[in-house]
């Protein structure tokens, strides 16, 4: 996420994104192998605010407490 996004809630971004992979999940979810997939994709977008969340908190170590 680019620097000038910080000072967006995190609960709006949230709400945003959730809706967006929810339809992207729901188009894409065919076979038992897109599972797989699609849960690959959603710990790369719980990796990506979790970063976002750190750099909004000027967290040192912008990797961890990862939930």
């Not at 990796?47 to 976002?52: E, G, K, P, R, V």
């Amino acid at each position: 996420m680019p620097r000038h996004k910080l000072h967006v809630d995190i609960g709006d971004l949230i709400e945003g994104l959730n809706r967006k992979l929810q339809g992207f999940k729901n188009y894409y979810q065919l076979s038992p192998m897109s599972k797989r997939w699609l849960n690959r994709i959603d710990w790369y977008v719980l990796q990506c605010l979790n970063i976002f969340r750190n750099n909004k908190k000027n967290r040192r170590y912008k990797h961890a407490y990862l939930k």
